[in-house]
């Protein structure tokens, strides 16, 4: 049975560096949208800003390249990329026997890069190539997690939090979108559309799939609803589901909130949701949401902060 701070750590490197990565993601659309001049470019950057915790729209006095610089480099901003990707080091740290040479050296790699003298004067040079590179490490650093540790318990906590903390982040982002908040942009320009499947890497799976029909609809049924698209909701909120009922087992003397169950709920919800029959976008989005906290507490009451009775059974 795995140690509750090894079960930990791992869970939230998997939910760090997803961040790390979505984070960098919208930084880069952002980016690309406002060199062109136009209405749908600001429709992006208000998107890309609001989809993120605690941002202000662009004022007069911010540039949309000083926003992204920020959400990159901020030290005090807790949520950063570089506070996400320290954090994650700092985690896999504590756990360096539970992962693998490789996954460690892809993090510590990213880590150092962005912690460097020099690297806001690289990302001032060619930030649109600096994140680009980001972004690209960042897979690198999932894919040495997939192909070179064992698919055991730990990798389940790991790729537990990516897919927890996707989930979260893309609803985020579509209820921008689709939700029902005030003020909420339009998604009728074309580049505003495609700015925001950029935002969750789907605009080249959605051609395969749309063609090229852009849609906002259709936008909304494929981040929502793709069984097999890997960063729709339902997608994730199955891995979800799968991992959970493989750490089940550790859980089944658990009362009250087993996360597996509530894990099985969402899913189920998803799979059966159907938006013409009353169910707005706004209020599916919200439910993901607030599901997710309750499923990320759950796993803390199951796997990492339950009673001293229940981690030595009588």
């Known amino acids: ?44 950057a208000h998107i890309a800003l609001a989809a993120i915790e605690d941002r202000e729209p662009l004022g007069e006095s911010q540039t949309a390249l000083g926003a992204v610089r920020s959400l990159l480099f901020d030290r005090e901003d807790l949520s950063s ?48 190539d600096y994140l680009h590179g980001i972004i690209a490490d960042l897979h ?26 996707r989930a979260q982040r893309i609803a985020r982002l579509l209820d921008v979108c689709f939700g029902d908040g005030a003020g909420r942009p339009g998604l009728t320009e074309h580049m505003a559309q495609m700015a925001v499947l950029r935002m969750a890497c789907a605009l080249e799976p959605y051609l395969k799939v749309y063609t090229a029909e852009i849609d906002p609809q259709h936008v909304l049924q494929f981040l ?5 698209f890997p960063r729709s909701i339902r997608f994730s909120t199955a891995r979800i589901q799968d991992y959970l009922d493989r750490l089940a087992p550790r859980s089944a003397f658990q009362g009250k909130a087993a996360p597996e169950r509530l894990a099985g709920r969402l899913n189920a919800r998803l799979e059966f ?37 229940q981690r030595l059974p009588a």
């Open 1 to 44: 049975m795995m140690l509750a701070r090894v079960a930990d750590s791992l869970y939230w490197i998997g939910r760090y560096v997803e961040r790390a990565e979505h984070l960098s993601r919208i930084g880069e659309v952002m980016l690309t949208a406002t060199l062109d001049d136009s209405e749908a470019s600001d429709i992006v």
């Open 81 to 128: 990329v570089v506070n996400s990707l320290a954090r994650a080091r700092e985690n896999a740290r504590q756990v360096r026997d539970q992962i693998t040479t490789e996954t460690w050296e892809r993090l510590n790699l990213l880590y150092l890069r962005i912690t460097d003298p020099a690297a806001e004067h690289e990302f001032a040079q060619g930030s649109s």
């Open 140 to 165: 690198l650093f999932k894919g040495a997690a997939d192909a070179t540790m064992s698919h055991g318990e730990g990798w389940r906590f790991l790729l537990l939090g990516v897919h927890l903390e």
């Open 224 to 228: 929502l609803y793709d069984e097999d």
């Open 273 to 309: 949701a159907d938006m013409d029959e009353g169910q707005g976008a706004g209020a599916i989005l919200g439910a993901v949401v607030a599901e997710c906290s309750r499923i990320h507490h759950a796993i803390y009451e199951t796997f990492i902060d339950y009673p001293l009775e």
